[in-house]
């Protein structure tokens, strides 16, 4: 309510006198302010201006110096877009509830029309003389149409209802998308979702946490991570890189994953194009690196009956995918690595062990795609001439068992130093042993060489090293002893990888027979390698396939440098919200564009005795235009066959 003074004029007998005039007017803020959030002008504003918003955000996002990060933070996230996002919410649920109005009330509507003038200036109309029955107009007008209303002599009939609702479901999908978008924004800032998050898996590691950035303008740095736990656990069975001839560039990897959560297992392969999907979560194949701290078994299976073969990595216990042609669901097992291991061929679908047998030996040959020499390869020629020589194939800086029991180091500090040394006589696989620096260690886990003991006497920086090499660039200090006879061969500095020959064994020991891989702890394992030193594994094969050849052939190719993928992770939980969304809005389009809404009036003339028709139709739909013109036709037989009565 306003109280306003002004000057009336009133006359007074010859003269005209000034007075004061007080006005009361009542006035509603609230009415101009609603009609100015709901009007149409608004909403268009605001889209023009939330497109472009998102085109520089866009732009932002592609861009090689900054990228998604920065568009997110400098424009998706920001106060001002969230605010224009917010009052584009209010435009669309004050036009909705308007709309949505309108559209529920449309079958109380009682728009009769008595007056002559109106049916003459509409465009489609019609004209019946003379005119038939009332009764006969009113059973007709409801036959045609849906909604029906009479008063005396007019009538207003509706059909289409749905396709009036159709502008008020499509703002209902409007705004069912928008407040998905606010969801997501929101579930990105408070932790809702999992959004821009990392899984760190090297291979034959298990891992059930993922690391999210702090600061996402900020690196990947450990100040600026986030450790979370993920609801299954992840572990690396095997990594695969394509790499393009002659280079050292991958066109295509993927890592073999399996996941675990309670009783559930399963297996599945993840790369750029195929994530692993599990209760709403996402596992895609983002990057990956070598690693000098994971050592893999290099194998090579062979199917006897076709000749095909394929050259891949394990580590024991984990099933690897064995891509042979015309084999399906084919996984390959080791037990442990070496010559004188056992492997397994696997259906993992049908749970059923296809063939087992012996590892064979062989010298690795170089791996594609990469520009260093692997392990083996590079030894390939001292080997050939060699008597009996040992190669340190690892170092671990802190070596550790993982929760699946395989050896791996927790990080680059040397607290826990440990090495993998293997052992070669005439050339031919002889062994191995685990050596430990700190004789506590040694004594819980390290392992007895039949022939040789080694001790781990001390570790270095190789001269001339930068440090930007890894572990390659330490060396380590052996002290080697031949057991029988009894003699102190020396102390070496050997770098790992490399092959050192031990020239003062004696000739007693080279003539011996082969010895195993120390990793037995059965006395009938003992018993069966002890067997294979003598008749080259065919003791070992017969007891794997009950003396058949074996389809499957395994050859042990040596060690290599394993892989760790970097796994993206996310669970979006607006995807479910953004898709009904979608579809309420193809919905509503499909009842606004495929059901016309028309309206159609008649009125009964006393005067001229004639029926008058008009019709009303949104949008242009020429069958509704037909639909008034066999109402029409109608009302005309119904007033000839009336005549003819």
């Not at 201006?49 to 568009?71: E, N, Q, R, V, Y």
């Amino acid at each position: 309510m306003g109280i306003y003074y002004s000057l009336g004029v009133i006359p007074r007998g010859n003269s005209i006198v000034l007075v004061p005039i007080t006005i009361v007017r009542n006035e509603n803020f609230v009415a101009p302010i609603l009609k100015f959030l709901s009007s149409l002008r608004l909403g268009i504003v605001l889209i023009a201006l939330i497109a472009i918003a998102c085109i520089a955000g866009s732009i932002i996002g592609a861009d090689a110096h900054m990228g998604i990060d920065f568009g997110r933070e400098y424009i998706f996230h920001t106060t001002w877009f969230l605010g224009l996002m917010g009052l584009l919410l209010v435009n669309l649920v004050l036009c909705s509830w308007e709309k949505s109005y309108i559209a529920l009330t449309l079958r109380q509507k009682k728009n009769t029309i008595a007056t002559p003038a109106f049916y003459e200036a509409s465009q489609h109309s019609a004209t019946i003389t003379p005119a038939p029955d009332a009764e006969l107009v009113d059973q007709e007008l409801r036959r045609f149409y849906s909604v029906t209303h009479r008063k005396g002599a007019a009538w207003y009939s509706q059909r289409g209802l749905l396709g009036r609702c159709g502008a008020t479901i499509i703002h209902i999908g409007l705004l069912w998308t928008m407040t998905a978008g606010f969801y997501r924004i929101l579930a990105d800032d408070l932790g809702f979702g999992v959004f821009d998050s990392t899984i760190v898996l090297p291979e034959a590691e298990s891992h059930a946490t993922y690391f999210t950035r702090i600061d996402r303008l900020k690196g990947s740095t450990s100040d600026n991570l986030r450790q979370r736990q993920m609801p299954f656990t992840l572990r690396n069975l095997d990594f695969r890189a394509d790499y393009h001839p002659n280079s050292s560039v991958a066109r295509y990897y993927s890592t073999l994953i399996e996941l675990r959560d309670g009783d559930h297992t399963q297996i599945a392969e993840v790369n750029m194009t195929n994530p692993l999907k599990y209760k709403g979560f996402k596992v895609t194949q983002n990057s990956f690196s070598d690693s000098d701290r994971i050592i893999r078994g290099h194998y090579r299976v062979t199917d006897m009956e076709s000749g095909a073969a394929v050259e891949l990595d394990a580590s024991p216990g984990d099933p690897v995918r064995v891509l042979l042609p015309k084999s399906q669901n084919l996984f390959f097992q080791i037990d442990h690595f070496g010559p004188n291991g056992t492997f397994q061929i696997l259906d993992l679908a049908a749970k059923n062990v296809i063939a087992t047998g012996a590892v064979q030996s062989e010298i690795l040959p170089p791996r594609q795609g990469d520009n260093s020499p692997s392990p083996m390869a590079a030894l390939e020629q001292e080997l050939a001439t060699s008597k009996y020589a040992l190669l340190p194939a690892a170092l671990f800086p802190n070596f550790r068992i993982d929760e699946s029991g395989q050896p791996t180091t927790s990080d680059d500090k040397f607290d826990n130093p440990a090495t993998l040394i293997m052992f070669f006589k005439n050339g031919k696989s002889n062994g191995a042993q685990w050596a430990f620096l700190r004789p506590e260690a040694q004594s819980i886990a390290g392992q007895v060489h039949p022939e040789m003991a080694v001790q781990f006497v001390e570790y270095r920086m190789r001269e001339g090293a930068t440090g930007t090499g890894g572990l390659m660039d330490y060396e380590i200090k052996l002290l080697v002893s031949q057991k029988d006879p009894a003699t102190t061969l020396g102390e070496f500095w050997v770098k790992p990888g490399s092959l050192l020959e031990l020239k003062e064994v004696s000739p007693s020991l080279l003539d011996s027979p082969l010895v195993s891989d120390v990793t037995t702890t059965s006395a009938s394992e003992t018993e069966l390698t002890t067997a294979t030193q003598q008749d080259g594994g065919a003791s070992s094969s017969a007891a794997a396939t009950g003396g058949e050849n074996a389809r499957y052939r395994v050859t042990y190719l040596g060690t290599v440098k394993g892989n760790v993928s970097f796994l993206g992770f996310m669970k979006d939980p607006s995807v479910l919200w953004l898709y009904t969304g979608s579809i309420i809005i193809l919905i509503g389009a499909m009842m606004a564009f495929l059901i016309p809404y028309r309206e159609t009036w008649a009125f009964l003339d006393e005067k001229s005795g004639a029926l008058l028709l008009a019709t009303r139709v949104r949008g242009t739909s020429p069958p509704a235009h037909r639909e008034f013109d066999r109402l029409v036709h109608r009302m005309a037989a119904l007033a000839d066959s009336q005549k003819v009565t």
